[in-house]
């Protein structure tokens, strides 16, 4: 008996999870071309990483973070890394330039986003120093994806430019 109305419970919130996703306006789709990028769950930490810093996450996160649209994408490479190559809909705000950029980019970026920073990959800190720059303009929402970059482009994930 307990054995049914376990399963009629969990029937029942099946369902209502269901039609929950289906109703809402950034549903999760149940059927999608998502990325394959399995046993990419290590993060990647600078040495010169502080306690304090923005939180920094996994290609398997950042790639999460893409599909479901949960996040705006800022390239801290220079201008013509950029042009060369990008993850798709990424944002440059190059940090060797910040004085030139930041004018014409971070007063369109909205508080309540989230941004995730990235740049050429490990050897690469550029993400770090940005993602801190605009932790320190209160901006709160910041993540550091210190594989950047190569580890991206590796992984076959969406791109463009080049």
């Known amino acids: 008996m307990m054995i049914k109305q376990a399963l009629i419970v969990i029937a029942f919130s099946a369902a209502v999870a269901v039609c929950s996703n289906l109703i809402s306006g950034s ?12 046993g990419s769950d290590t993060v990647a930490v600078p040495p010169s990483a502080d306690e304090g810093d923005p939180p920094f996450i996994s290609l398997d996160e950042a790639a999460a973070k893409f599909q479901l649209r949960d ?5 801290a490479r220079d201008p013509e890394d950029y042009e060369y190559g990008r993850i798709k809909g ?4 190059p ?12 007063p369109d970026l909205s508080k309540d986003k989230q941004y995730i920073i990235y740049c050429s990959g490990t050897e690469c800190e550029l ?36």
């Open 27 to 38: 549903g999760i789709p149940f059927v999608g071309n998502w990325p394959s990028v399995s």
């Open 71 to 75: 996040g705006v994408f800022i390239d």
């Open 127 to 162: 993400s770090l120093f940005l993602a801190r720059d605009l932790v320190y303009n209160g901006f709160e929402k910041v993540f550091i994806f210190y594989g950047g970059w190569r580890e991206w482009e590796r992984a076959k994930l969406p791109t463009e430019g080049g």
């Open 95 to 106: 940090y060797d330039y910040l004085e030139d950029y930041w004018d014409e980019i971070v």
């Open 90 to 93: 990424a944002l440059n705000l």
